[in-house]
């Protein structure tokens, strides 16, 4: 009996059905489960197979990304764990394990979670436990606060500070929730990450860090308790000094000294034994057991009632923790920046990656930017709510009968950051678009000239279209200059913040204005309230668009190509960052592609995102099975977008090791109109040679799209424009596919007896 050859299709963005992904109506699930499964057309229904013994396989794994309106949006606000998360992931090629990098996003992942908490805390024992509560108009037609003014201060905030720890535990619980629909495929054991040399994605277990995110878990959910503790107890000193507070005030301390060291250094391992391989978890259990220890001690110190005088004014050593926040925030970032630009120096790539292999800094700098915002947000909106209508600000009286609260004026220095910020960057934006417009129309109507010559009159509105197309497609390449942008604002407005520590920043300059009066002190609390309006209708925005992304495709393609991008990669660095679909994904398609080729060959076929996983899974597959195995990628982002931002783990080289693994069994299909996918190793305009010569050289074929442009005599409008989707529907397609069959080595296949 001959051996058969399997077409597996590997889907891209956006969550496409199996139905649509094998053009069949019926389909049934042959392996996997309703997160991530592998279906064949159901055979006595329509045609099930190819002529020729060519069969065809879906493998979807859209549900591990999407889920119900509800997941979503809480995965949304988790944006900016993601975003540090991914910023490691970016560093430059240098062959080494990327110095300083790994521990100083560590450390600033941390950060994020010690800000998080402080916002929590601003809102609940700050503004609502320490200044509205005192104040009869502010609890006044409340009974949902009212019944916490009868209740003694330390008792008050001991039962507010039970909200950021829940909050901390939501965080936990929400990444534990969604990994569980990859529990359903255990990978390999965790790869030693201690040992030299760089991490490298064709490392057996690559994809399997359960272990790696459990130490980082345990380790944030202390720096969040012991941030918590040090702000509850600092407070309680001030009022109430008493010996047993302060030594629990320093074992606060002691704790956060602890879980920064753990991060400076790496997982440790065991030497031998049943447990070889996995990470030395006891140092970590005993940071476990101090923070719930500690904060359950805390919470008890401040639950005993004293007497007090009534508090006025803010939290004491809230402003200041908040400021010193942002001033760690601000060395880790500068750092970041020079350890970045040491290691591009080492990389010779650094030139064609995206930014010159300044990647890491700005997804550092754009995570800090969104915490702040949702953080200043979020307190702010609080407040405004609670003083009746007006926004908080020293320089503007107070409502009368309101009370005086005083969110942290870093809270308001950030607003105005982002407010500049958004600014800024909207106005580069533009600029960008139609400074490079005319350039982009030029290269557009170059390749509509070779594809359409001498089209008839009535077909040139038509090849107009295909050129604004072609135009717009290409604008991602030329949006550089925006990111460089943003990173300089990021630095500057976290630098201005943090000089609050010496008393010469944002507090000290608002404190002047709002003794002098004047026009500058109005323009300042005007710009504040529009920074904090501008902040609020940008989370707003986020909910929309989480929403907006089940309704319109091309909203849920735009958004699932950032997210998919951003929980691509392990977590590493941020535990209550979304979980990584790719643990499951790889480890998956390479088990059934291993089967599969125990019958046969495979064409393992990946559109968009799928041809990452599909390059992914070719790195993990037994050296055994690669000559049966041929790949087809189309609408691939693997160049255009992965070698670029990711040069370390998916650049140049690892792509020419996949080529290499399969003996350049590799067909790539790319269109000009793709605004996503693109050339791997030629250029992008028609007629110029390969960038690279060699087998490399023949992976590359361009589709000409649309087809024509004129109406065939037996249709009635002219061909489609299908820009990114479908490619399998495009007669090149099934002809590579038959080419590629055919190049499959027969001598590879394993005798009838062992199938």
Same mark, same amino acid.
């Given at each position: 009996?001959?051996?058969?050859?399997?077409?597996?299709?590997?889907?891209?963005?956006?969550?496409?059905?199996?139905?649509?992904?094998?053009?069949?109506?019926?389909?049934?699930?042959?392996?996997?489960?309703?997160?991530?499964?592998?279906?064949?057309?159901?055979?006595?229904?329509?045609?099930?197979?190819?002529?020729?013994?060519?069969?065809?396989?879906?493998?979807?794994?859209?549900?591990?990304?999407?889920?119900?309106?509800?997941?979503?949006?809480?995965?949304?606000?988790?944006?900016?764990?993601?975003?540090?998360?991914?910023?490691?992931?970016?560093?430059?090629?240098?062959?080494?394990?990327?110095?300083?990098?790994?521990?100083?996003?560590?450390?600033?992942?941390?950060?994020?979670?010690?800000?998080?908490?402080?916002?929590?805390?601003?809102?609940?024992?700050?503004?609502?436990?320490?200044?509205?509560?005192?104040?009869?108009?502010?609890?006044?037609?409340?009974?949902?606060?009212?019944?916490?003014?009868?209740?003694?201060?330390?008792?008050?905030?001991?039962?507010?500070?039970?909200?950021?720890?829940?909050?901390?535990?939501?965080?936990?619980?929400?990444?534990?929730?969604?990994?569980?629909?990859?529990?359903?495929?255990?990978?390999?054991?965790?790869?030693?990450?201690?040992?030299?040399?760089?991490?490298?994605?064709?490392?057996?277990?690559?994809?399997?860090?359960?272990?790696?995110?459990?130490?980082?878990?345990?380790?944030?959910?202390?720096?969040?308790?012991?941030?918590?503790?040090?702000?509850?107890?600092?407070?309680?000193?001030?009022?109430?000094?008493?010996?047993?507070?302060?030594?629990?005030?320093?074992?606060?301390?002691?704790?956060?000294?602890?879980?920064?060291?753990?991060?400076?250094?790496?997982?440790?391992?065991?030497?031998?034994?049943?447990?070889?391989?996995?990470?030395?978890?006891?140092?970590?259990?005993?940071?476990?057991?101090?923070?719930?220890?500690?904060?359950?001690?805390?919470?008890?110190?401040?639950?005993?009632?004293?007497?007090?005088?009534?508090?006025?004014?803010?939290?004491?050593?809230?402003?200041?923790?908040?400021? #010193?926040?942002?001033? /760690?925030? *601000?060395?880790?970032?500068?750092?970041?920046?020079? =350890? @970045?630009?040491?290691? !591009? $120096? %080492?990389?010779?790539?650094?030139?064609?990656?995206?930014?010159?292999?300044?990647?890491?800094?700005?997804?550092?700098?754009?995570?800090?930017?969104?915490?702040?915002?949702?953080?200043?947000?979020?307190?702010?909106?609080?407040?405004?709510?609670?003083?009746?209508?007006?926004?908080?600000?020293?320089?503007?009286?107070?409502?009368?009968?309101?009370?005086?609260?005083?969110?942290?004026?870093?809270?308001?220095?950030?607003?105005?950051?982002?407010? #500049?910020?958004?600014? /800024?960057? *909207?106005?580069?934006?533009?600029?960008?678009?139609? =400074? @490079?417009?005319?350039? !982009? $129309? %030029?290269?557009?109507?170059?390749?509509?000239?070779?594809?359409?010559?001498?089209?008839?009159?009535?077909?040139?509105?038509?090849?107009?279209?295909?050129?604004?197309?072609?135009?717009?497609?290409?604008?991602?390449?030329?949006?550089?200059?925006?990111?460089?942008?943003?990173?300089?604002?990021?630095?500057?407005?976290?630098?201005?913040?943090?000089?609050?520590?010496?008393?010469?920043?944002?507090?000290?300059?608002?404190?002047?204005?709002?003794?002098?009066?004047?026009?500058?002190? *109005?323009?300042?609390?005007?710009?504040?309230?529009?920074?904090?309006?501008?902040?609020?209708?940008?989370?707003?925005?986020?909910?929309?668009?989480?929403?907006?992304?089940?309704?319109?495709?091309?909203?849920?393609?735009?958004?699932?190509?950032?997210?998919?991008?951003?929980?691509?990669?392990?977590?590493?660095?941020?535990?209550?960052?979304?979980?990584?679909?790719?643990?499951?994904?790889?480890?998956?398609?390479?088990?059934?592609?291993?089967?599969?080729?125990?019958?046969?060959?495979?064409?393992?076929?990946?559109?968009?995102?799928?041809?990452?996983?599909?390059?992914?899974?070719?790195?993990?597959?037994?050296?055994?099975?690669?000559?049966?195995?041929?790949?087809?990628?189309?609408?691939?982002?693997?160049?255009?977008?992965?070698?670029?931002?990711?040069?370390?783990?998916?650049?140049?080289?690892?792509?020419?090791?996949?080529?290499?693994?399969?003996?350049?069994?590799?067909?790539?299909?790319?269109?000009?109109?793709?605004?996503?996918?693109?050339?791997?190793?030629?250029?992008?305009?028609?007629?110029?040679?390969?960038?690279?010569?060699?087998?490399?050289?023949?992976?590359?074929?361009?589709?000409?799209?649309?087809?024509?442009?004129?109406?065939?005599?037996?249709?009635?409008?002219?061909?489609?424009?299908?820009?990114?989707?479908?490619?399998?529907?495009?007669?090149?397609?099934?002809?590579?596919?038959?080419?590629?069959?055919?190049?499959?080595?027969?001598?590879?296949?394993?005798?009838?007896?062992?199938?």
């Amino acid at each position: 009996m001959a051996h058969e050859v399997v077409e597996l299709r590997v889907h891209g963005v956006s969550g496409t059905s199996a139905e649509a992904l094998l053009d069949h109506p019926i389909v049934a699930r042959v392996a996997g489960d309703d997160n991530a499964g592998f279906y064949r057309p159901r055979p006595g229904f329509g045609i099930s197979d190819r002529p020729g013994g060519l069969k065809v396989e879906a493998y979807r794994w859209g549900s591990l990304t999407a889920g119900t309106a509800v997941r979503t949006l809480s995965l949304l606000f988790l944006l900016p764990f993601m975003l540090v998360n991914l910023a490691v992931w970016t560093r430059p090629a240098t062959g080494g394990t990327g110095g300083l990098i790994g521990p100083l996003c560590r450390l600033l992942a941390a950060t994020l979670t010690a800000a998080f908490v402080l916002s929590i805390v601003g809102v609940t024992v700050d503004i609502v436990g320490w200044q509205c509560a005192p104040y009869r108009p502010c609890v006044r037609g409340r009974g949902y606060l009212g019944w916490l003014a009868d209740i003694p201060l330390g008792p008050r905030l001991a039962l507010l500070a039970l909200v950021p720890i829940a909050a901390l535990r939501l965080l936990g619980w929400l990444g534990k929730r969604s990994a569980r629909a990859f529990e359903a495929f255990p990978a390999a054991r965790g790869q030693d990450r201690t040992s030299g040399g760089e991490d490298r994605i064709d490392r057996p277990g690559f994809w399997n860090d359960a272990l790696v995110v459990q130490r980082l878990r345990a380790i944030h959910v202390a720096v969040g308790l012991g941030v918590l503790d040090a702000a509850l107890l600092g407070a309680l000193i001030h009022i109430h000094p008493t010996p047993v507070g302060q030594v629990l005030f320093v074992a606060a301390w002691v704790l956060l000294v602890a879980g920064v060291v753990l991060l400076c250094l790496p997982a440790r391992r065991a030497a031998a034994g049943p447990g070889r391989g996995e990470v030395d978890l006891r140092g970590i259990r005993a940071l476990r057991l101090a923070a719930n220890g500690l904060t359950v001690l805390a919470i008890v110190y401040a639950a005993v009632p004293f007497e007090s005088e009534q508090p006025h004014g803010q939290l004491p050593g809230y402003e200041g923790a908040v400021a #010193a926040v942002i001033a /760690v925030q *601000t060395g880790l970032l500068g750092a970041l920046v020079v =350890a @970045t630009m040491h290691q !591009r $120096r %080492r990389s010779q790539g650094a030139g064609s990656s995206w930014l010159g292999g300044l990647a890491t800094p700005v997804l550092a700098s754009a995570a800090v930017a969104a915490a702040y915002g949702f953080s200043a947000a979020l307190v702010y909106r609080v407040a405004d709510f609670l003083d009746r209508g007006e926004i908080p600000n020293p320089a503007r009286p107070n409502v009368p009968g309101a009370p005086p609260l005083e969110p942290p004026v870093s809270y308001r220095w950030a607003a105005l950051a982002g407010l #500049a910020a958004v600014m /800024v960057v *909207t106005a580069t934006t533009i600029y960008r678009i139609l =400074a @490079t417009r005319r350039r !982009r $129309r %030029r290269m557009a109507e170059g390749i509509v000239r070779t594809d359409f010559p001498d089209p008839p009159s009535e077909a040139l509105p038509r090849r107009t279209t295909v050129r604004e197309i072609i135009a717009r497609a290409a604008l991602a390449e030329q949006l550089s200059p925006v990111f460089v942008v943003f990173l300089v604002l990021s630095l500057l407005g976290v630098a201005t913040v943090a000089l609050d520590l010496i008393s010469v920043g944002p507090s000290e300059l608002s404190a002047r204005l709002s003794r002098t009066g004047g026009m500058a002190n *109005t323009d300042l609390v005007f710009a504040t309230d529009v920074g904090i309006y501008v902040i609020g209708l940008v989370a707003l925005g986020i909910i929309v668009l989480g929403l907006l992304s089940y309704r319109s495709e091309g909203t849920r393609r735009t958004v699932a190509v950032i997210w998919d991008l951003g929980t691509f990669w392990p977590r590493t660095v941020h535990p209550f960052a979304p979980p990584c679909y790719a643990e499951r994904a790889v480890p998956e398609l390479a088990k059934r592609v291993t089967a599969l080729t125990t019958r046969g060959g495979v064409i393992l076929s990946g559109h968009s995102q799928g041809s990452v996983l599909a390059a992914a899974t070719l790195l993990q597959l037994p050296e055994e099975v690669l000559p049966r195995v041929a790949l087809l990628t189309h609408g691939s982002p693997l160049h255009r977008l992965y070698a670029r931002l990711c040069p370390a783990f998916l650049g140049d080289q690892v792509l020419h090791e996949v080529g290499n693994r399969i003996n350049w069994r590799w067909v790539n299909l790319w269109r000009n109109t793709d605004p996503i996918g693109g050339p791997l190793f030629s250029a992008h305009r028609p007629g110029e040679p390969p960038r690279t010569h060699g087998p490399a050289g023949t992976v590359d074929r361009r589709l000409r799209d649309p087809s024509g442009i004129t109406v065939e005599l037996d249709d009635t409008v002219p061909p489609p424009i299908d820009r990114h989707w479908p490619y399998h529907t495009d007669p090149v397609y099934e002809a590579a596919v038959r080419e590629l069959a055919g190049r499959l080595d027969p001598n590879a296949y394993p005798p009838a007896r062992d199938r």
